[in-house]
């Protein structure tokens, strides 16, 4: 069983532009969400992507867009970047089945925006 | 909205020893999910116990247990004989059953850095 894989590790942007962050979810797993987590605080949710489909969204501007493929795998984008873009990027899978699911997390993507 | 407040930044424990994590949270909910996740250097948040908010029964796993008070909306984690690798970053997170859209979302806690001393 293969577990959630993000890439890239580490990415320096300049701002202004546009960057694509992946995540592969775990087998099995066919939701996707992503959070953001500034250094010394808690994740924040950006949003959710269910089969295909946006289906949560925290409180984050539309330059922040996501994309889900047949696979489950995901896309997080963000446009114009600012630097308080700058955190790390945790993408979570998990199985919607009901009220007891649990969730698996990747190790993330540190953007640094300059 | 739900909110989640650790008030201790950081704790330290001597190994072997045992140490409490305080997490309390806001919600006008009556049923919901409550969990501590880890975060070591290595960042992948890994779950350590969840709670379920009907459940009167205290959740273990080995040596980490909690103790959740539903009145008064506090949910702390109890790590007995600490070791080394325990040392990381705490973060308590609530989710909401309800199902639909970000009521799928955790809310977490700013966390709390646990360092374990030799």
């Known amino acids: 069983e293969t577990g959630v894989t993000q890439s890239p590790t580490h990415l320096i942007k300049t701002r202004g532009q546009q960057v694509t962050l992946r995540c592969s979810s775990q087998?099995?797993?066919?939701?996707v969400s992503w959070y953001q987590q500034a250094l010394g605080q808690g994740p924040q949710f950006i949003f959710q992507?269910?089969?295909?489909?946006?289906?949560g969204r925290g409180n984050f501007p539309p330059r922040f867009s996501g994309l889900q493929f047949p696979n489950y795998s995901s896309e997080l984008n963000v446009n114009a970047l600012e630097l308080d873009d700058s955190a790390l990027y945790l993408c979570?899978?998990?199985?919607?089945?009901?009220?007891?699911?649990?969730?698996?997390f990747g190790s993330g993507t540190r953007l640094t925006v300059v | 909205a739900q909110t989640v407040t650790q008030s201790q930044p950081e704790m330290s424990v001597q190994e072997a020893e045992t140490v409490t994590l305080s997490c309390t949270y806001d919600?006008?909910?009556?049923?919901?999910?409550l969990f501590w996740y880890k975060q070591p250097p290595s960042r992948q948040m890994i779950l350590v116990i969840r709670?379920?908010?009907?459940?009167?029964q205290n959740a273990t796993e080995n040596r980490f247990s909690v103790n959740f008070q539903k009145a008064a909306k506090s949910f702390s984690l109890k790590i007995s004989d600490s070791q080394l690798g325990d040392a990381a970053m705490y973060f308590c997170?609530?989710?909401?059953?309800?199902?639909?859209?970000?009521?799928?979302?955790?809310?977490f806690g700013k966390g709390t850095l646990l360092t374990v001393n030799p």
């Open positions: 997170a609530y989710r909401s059953p309800t199902s639909g859209g970000s009521n799928y979302k955790l809310t």
């Open positions: 979570a899978s998990s199985l919607a089945a009901g009220r007891n699911y649990g969730y698996t």
């Open positions: 992507y269910y089969r295909e489909e946006e289906n």
């Open positions: 087998s099995g797993h066919n939701t």
């Open positions: 709670q379920e908010a009907y459940k009167q």
């Open positions: 919600t006008s909910e009556s049923d919901y999910y």
